[in-house]
Structures are given as C-alpha cells and as structure tokens.
C-alpha cells in the first residue's frame, strides 16, 4: 500500500523553468517493438531537434537507462514511425521519449513482471512489487539525467499503451477494472490526472483476443483522454519461437505508430 505522494511530483513542486516535451510508451512485446530507436549510422550530423531516448531490453525490468541522445532516426529502427512523427511535431523543439515494456508482462497478475496496478489504488491500495514501482524508480532516474545533461525538467505529454496479448484469458470484467485503474496509476505517477493516453488494439486471431479491443475501446468511450487504435491490414511476423502473426514486422511498426501519434496530436489539441 503506498499513500504518499509520488517522488515526480513532489519533484515536480520544486521545479520551475524550461521543461521537454515527454512520451511514455509502455506495456509488453509490441509497445517495445512501437518504441526501439537507434541512430541512423548513415546520416550527417543534424541541428535539428533531437530525441532523448530511454530504451531497455524487453526482457527485463530495470530500475534505471542511460540516456541516449538521438540527432537523426535510423529509418529501419521499429520505433521510427512513432518518434520520428512525434519529432515532426514537436515545433522544431528536442522531445523525450522513454520505453517501458516488459515482454509477455500480464496486467492482473502480482508478479514482478507485471502492471497489476493493485486492488484500489485510488485509496492507496497499490501493488509495488511489479513493474509500477520499477518504472517510476525508472522515471525518477530518467528525470534526474535530463535535468543534469539537458538542463530541463520533463513535461508529460502523453502514454502510448500496448498490452493485450497477456490478458486474453483474463475475465472481462476483471480486465476492464484493471485497465482503467492502470491508467490512473500513470497518470498518478507523471502528476498529470489527464495525461493523453493512446492504447493500440491486439491483432483478433481468436475470440479472447477481440474482447480485450472490445474493453479497450468501451472504456475509452468512457474516458475523455484515451484514445484506441484499431488495426488495419498492418505486416506482422513470427516471435522468437517462431509463432507467427504475433509481433508487428517493421512496417507495422511505422505504421501503427504514425497513426499513434497522430492520435496523441488530436488527442493533446482537444
């Protein structure tokens, strides 16, 4: 159970100044697939606006990143679409953009790898030994680097969510409380209480799949700030064990992820 007040936003009582624009993409397999950036290695140095990118391995759970500052997009990095779309966006101005997805992670579970947010964190009933309190040890630690090496606090301008494939045995009901209570909890953690979120759909192979789209999209109908994704004839390939139709291949990335962001843009001028 935790009743205080989270460490960004006490953080964020004593901070003034100039602020960067930040995303968050969180979630499993996919969202880190939406989310992997490199350097171009072919391009010239650019004065362009630049990413401050916090990347991770997918399978793991840190507790902090070494930030990376990104001056040109590899094109055939996955995350391309999103963030470079996002840079498109941002004014001429530098943007952060920091990954936190964890393969296979369930969000009804209470394991340390997954995003159960707890039985009622609204009253302080959170779960801290799973990857909310690795994350926002993560973020603390994310926030501290580009205040030192930037010189600027972070402004939280959205959440790009993908998770689904976890919960698909996960009772509806169930998942639909959980998914909303998720939400709050990032929303909790940035001190942002509408915080634009976009969550991309799952890929309907079977039934239990398409009624984890089917929650997403009736509590977005319910929530203002969330917007949902659907899929639309996107390239997808097989995952490491050679199971296909699971992961998106590249250009599903670029894809989905440039509708994302367009969404998020929506979503931030309502």
């Known amino acids: 159970m935790k009743t205080h007040l989270s460490t960004l936003t006490l953080l964020a009582c004593h901070l003034t100044g100039h602020a960067i624009d930040t995303y968050i993409v969180a979630g499993q397999s996919n969202g880190h697939r939406l989310s992997q950036l490199r350097e171009d290695p072919n391009a010239e140095a650019s004065e362009g606006p630049r990413i401050h990118y916090f990347g991770m391995e997918c399978v793991s759970e840190p507790e902090e990143s070494m930030m990376v500052t990104l001056t040109s997009l590899d094109p055939e990095s996955k995350g391309a679409g999103l963030a470079q779309s996002l840079l498109d966006r941002s004014g001429g101005e530098d943007i952060v953009l920091i990954q936190y997805c964890r393969c296979g992670a369930p969000?009804?579970?209470?394991?340390?790898?997954?995003?159960?947010?707890?039985?009622?964190?609204?009253?302080?009933?959170?779960?801290?030994?799973?990857?909310?309190?690795?994350?926002?040890?993560?973020?603390?630690?994310?926030?501290?680097?580009?205040?030192?090496?930037?010189?600027a606090d972070l402004d939280f301008k959205g959440?790009?969510?993908?998770?689904?494939?976890?919960?698909?045995?996960?009772?509806?009901?169930?998942?639909?409380?959980?998914?909303?209570?998720?939400?709050?909890?990032?929303?909790?953690?940035?001190?942002?209480?509408?915080?634009?979120?976009?969550?991309?759909?799952?890929?309907?192979?079977?039934?239990?799949?398409?009624?984890?789209?089917?929650?997403?999209?009736?509590?977005?109908?319910?929530?203002?700030?969330?917007?949902?994704?659907?899929?639309?004839?996107?390239?997808?390939s097989p995952d490491n064990n050679g199971k296909p139709n699971v992961h998106f291949a590249t250009s599903g990335c670029h894809e989905l992820g440039r509708h994302m962001a367009g969404a998020m843009d929506q979503q931030r001028s309502r």
Do not use: C, M
């Open 107 to 151: 969000v009804t579970e209470e394991t340390e790898k997954s995003w159960w947010p707890g039985e009622n964190p609204r009253e302080g009933d959170t779960f801290e030994g799973g990857l909310f309190a690795k994350f926002e040890t993560y973020l603390t630690r994310a926030r501290a680097q580009v205040q030192s090496e930037v010189g």
């Open 159 to 236: 959440l790009f969510w993908h998770q689904g494939e976890s919960a698909a045995s996960t009772d509806r009901a169930l998942f639909r409380k959980t998914i909303r209570d998720v939400f709050w909890r990032f929303r909790d953690i940035t001190g942002n209480p509408k915080l634009p979120v976009v969550a991309g759909h799952i890929r309907e192979i079977n039934e239990d799949r398409a009624k984890i789209n089917l929650v997403l999209s009736r509590v977005a109908s319910r929530d203002l700030n969330l917007t949902v994704i659907p899929l639309s004839n996107l390239e997808f």
